[in-house]
């Protein structure tokens, strides 16, 4: 969830091998070649669409593709879909198979050259629409994160509900945060209340239930949430900011201060820097 100060969730190469059940080294094996990346800056965060990537990777692993033999049939995806994530999930097609076949977004089969690919199975499999029950948890979990990431807020809802089969705490957290953008907030604080009871530790969900707390009107249950944030982990700048709002919000304006200063501290260059530095002047800071 994003809000003032807010941003993206991020993951380690543990949390991507534990979202997808896979050993550490099979992800640290991709990196080394180059299909999956850190965040720039970083050689050990990952991105929220890192997790699609990484469960795509993993299909194509389980059926027996080698790290360089995705590498190869990536590249050769891409002459014919330009968007890197849909040539890589569009890969998928080619499980099973003796040669490289695309997916595309449209729908069609290609080969690598543009040829077109007759489907014989595209009937059959039109008339069998999925049921939901026949897709696992960690399936819904993926497919979540892609509609979530292109956007699709209502689609993500859908999938991370059925996630819900196998309640994890980042699926409550995922599904809080599109609640959110959807401006379900009530929906939303049950959400990350069910992280947290998962995950007492999940210092960005007690952040954003401090948000959804303090715009329900529960100016408390937020000082609350954004303090215990801070608990967890003393350099979040985010909680930083949304504790100060918190606190200057119920009057407590000496508290706001500090906590402006240390967001000041942690995010100086923030697009949000030069805003607190004029509350802190505003407010009798220095």
């Known amino acids: 969830m994003r809000s003032d100060g807010g941003k993206e969730r991020t993951f380690s190469i543990d949390e991507l091998a534990e979202f997808c059940g896979l050993p550490v080294s099979v992800i640290k094996r991709w990196q080394d070649h180059e299909l999956v990346q850190p965040m720039r800056g970083s050689v050990r965060r990952f991105a929220f669409r890192s997790v699609g990537i990484v469960g795509t990777l993993a299909e194509l692993w389980r059926s027996g593709w080698s790290a360089p033999r995705i590498a190869r049939a990536w590249h050769q995806a891409r002459a014919v879909v330009s968007d890197k994530d849909a040539a890589l999930a569009g890969l998928l097609a080619s499980i099973g198979t003796k040669r490289v076949t695309v997916r595309a977004p449209d729908g069609r089969l290609v080969e690598p050259t543009g040829q077109m690919v007759f489907d014989f199975s595209a009937a059959s499999e039109a008339e069998l629409e999925p049921l939901p029950q026949l897709r696992s948890a960690h399936d819904w979990f993926v497919l979540g994160i892609e509609a979530e ?98 606190l200057a919000v119920v009057g407590d304006l000496e508290r706001a201060r500090k906590h402006w200063r240390a967001y000041l501290t942690f995010d100086p260059n923030s697009r949000w820097a030069e805003q607190v530095r004029q509350r802190l002047r505003k407010n009798g800071g220095s």
């Open 149 to 246: 990431a292109a956007g699709r807020l209502e689609d993500a809802v859908r999938a991370y509900e059925h996630a819900l089969s196998v309640s994890s705490a980042e699926t409550h957290f995922n599904l809080g945060n599109c609640y959110y953008e959807l401006r379900r907030r009530k929906e939303a604080g049950d959400q990350f209340a069910a992280a947290i009871a998962r995950a007492p530790d999940y210092a960005e969900a007690w952040n954003n239930l401090g948000i959804v707390r303090g715009e329900v009107g529960d100016r408390d249950g937020a000082v609350v949430a954004l303090g215990r944030a801070l608990d967890i982990v003393p350099h979040y700048a985010d909680a930083h900011y949304n504790l100060a709002e918190a």
